[in-house]
């Protein structure tokens, strides 16, 4: 029912209550209406009272010079409320004149109505609780939202927001990947210097990019959170799963950061949009009545303020150390390049590994702080980078695959020994060397592996490319020395025999 509709039902109820017999001051109380605007009613006639709501619909509104831009807005992102329509004008239009939220609201129903432009409004429900005490607590959660860019493709972005409870007193910052610990603390200590300190106590979701894990009702902070809590000692409590209603205050924030800053907001880049977002902070998150308080959050934030612990000095992650998020394909995308990793270290989404800068040097350590990977930096950008060991499976350690190869041996001790000269002798590639020998045994028998062996040893052949050679040279001996053995070629002094020789005389004597 529109507006025309429900004014027309109105004239006809407040002259049904007169033909009833009833006073212009009850009929007043039943309609919930002033008596002046009953009077006004009872004298019209229904013509009067047509002409007067025509009149009324085509006279001129404040807004009428800015329908166009609200209903190319309205067009091109059907589910704006009005008071992101307000927002919008307050933007777009710096000498936009200073009317009242319900102004804005009746005219962006009069554009809807007008242009068939109209929506579903959905709300959620949350729990009332008592308002707290300045400075015992903020409310963290982190969001994702799809824009589109100026190619008009779809672009993800994520972002990390708090609120003071008391004052309402909002933060909100952007990144174009998901967050990280690191990226996470990053974002704490710039809403903290925002807000100017930090709260006795913060409320956070089970969130992975904190919790590395759950031992029955135990949360277990990941590391590098763990670190910066000890430095800034802030209370944490962390909500049940599936519990909306215990931090009600950041749910609406991250609504209201999704539906009435990003919605049909145009995606630059990173910069431009946390830019956007901090103007937006003033200009509206932070100096709109919030409705729940009926106070402005900027203004609560002034008393608040001094009720937060402050901050006194920076916290720094390691020096130049930053995390990145692991690729399903065991690689790492740094500055326009991809860089391998050893296989097993993508172990979920959220693996991430840490990465360091020296010189021309790419260093990435494991969340243990173990060092993983050293790459050359390439200056080209779309290489892939990449390390032939990475691809090796290490899931045997070397002293135990030495163990395995002595094995095939029968003086495994023997073995070993050799092997530890191979290890010495090739330090950078001992898996290699070792894991050949172990595919030559397999081909072999158990005599003939120990004939090479004993050979490698006395003539100090430490090379696992020489050992498979050694043992087929020592196969082709035997064969030649059995083969000598069947055609009787074999040397003997029983067959040393010179037979005796004529003289050619006797021979020309006969003759003669």
């Not at 804005?104 to 609780?129: A, D, G, P, T």
């Amino acid at each position: 029912m529109n507006k025309f509709e429900n004014n027309w039902l109105v004239y006809h109820e407040i002259h049904r209550l007169k033909r009833a017999g009833k006073k212009p001051y009850q009929i007043a109380s039943i309609m919930v209406m002033d008596k002046r605007t009953i009077k006004k009613y009872l004298v019209m006639d229904e013509q009067q009272h047509l002409n007067a709501q025509e009149n009324l619909s085509k006279r001129a509104k404040k807004l009428d010079d800015f329908e166009d831009f609200v209903r190319e807005r309205l067009e091109s992102c059907l589910d704006a409320s009005s008071a992101q329509v307000h927002d919008w004008l307050k933007e777009c239009h710096p000498d936009f004149m200073n009317v009242s939220p319900k102004t804005v609201y009746n005219f962006v129903l009069q554009v809807r109505e007008k242009h068939q432009l109209l929506k579903e409004f959905n709300s959620r429900q949350y729990c009332k609780v008592p308002e707290l005490p300045y400075g015992k607590q903020a409310q963290v959660d982190f969001g994702e939202f799809s824009m589109n860019n100026i190619e008009n493709l779809r672009k993800k972005v994520y972002f990390f927001a708090m609120v003071l409870a008391r004052s309402r007193y909002k933060y909100v910052s952007f990144c174009e990947h998901p967050f990280t610990a690191n990226t996470a603390i990053e974002a704490h200590e710039k809403a903290f210097a925002f807000m100017g300190g930090y709260p006795e106590e913060v409320v956070y979701d089970q969130d992975k990019v904190l919790l590395s894990d759950e031992n029955k009702g135990n949360l277990i902070l990941t590391e590098a959170f763990r670190s910066y809590h000890a430095s800034r000692a802030f209370g944490l409590h962390f909500c049940r799963k599936s519990d909306p209603q215990s931090k009600g205050k950041i749910e609406n924030v991250i609504k209201y950061v999704k539906y009435n800053f990003l919605r049909g907001r145009i995606f630059y880049d990173i910069l431009t949009l946390n830019h956007q977002a901090l103007e937006w902070l003033g200009r509206t998150a932070n100096a709109k009545i919030h409705a729940s308080t009926q106070q402005m959050p900027h203004q609560q934030w002034l008393i608040e303020k001094t009720y937060l612990k402050r901050l006194s000095e920076p916290f720094l992650l390691h020096e130049g150390v930053r995390s990145y998020k692991v690729r399903k394909d065991n690689t790492v995308s740094f500055k326009g390049n991809f860089y391998t990793l050893p296989i097993g270290t993508f172990q979920g989404h959220d693996s991430v590994v840490f990465l360091s800068q020296e010189n021309d040097t790419l260093i990435i350590h494991n969340n243990e702080k173990q060092e993983i990977a050293r790459h050359q930096i390439s200056p080209v950008k779309g290489k892939l980078i990449f390390n032939n060991n990475h691809y090796r499976d290490v899931s045997i350690k070397i002293k135990e695959l030495m163990d395995l190869v002595a094995q095939h041996f029968s003086d495994p001790q023997k073995a070993l020994e050799y092997l530890e000269n191979l290890k010495q002798q090739n330090p950078r590639y001992v898996r290699d060397q070792v894991k050949m020998i172990h595919t030559v045994c397999e081909k072999y028998k158990m005599q003939q592996r120990d004939e090479a062996l004993q050979y490698c040893i006395e003539n100090e052949i430490f090379k696992a490319s020489d050992f498979e050679p050694v043992l087929i040279a020592l196969a082709d001996k035997k064969l030649f020395v059995s083969m000598k053995d069947k055609t009787g070629l074999i040397e003997n002094e029983k067959y040393r025999v010179i037979p005796q020789k004529s003289n050619l005389s006797d021979y020309n004597q006969l003759l003669n």
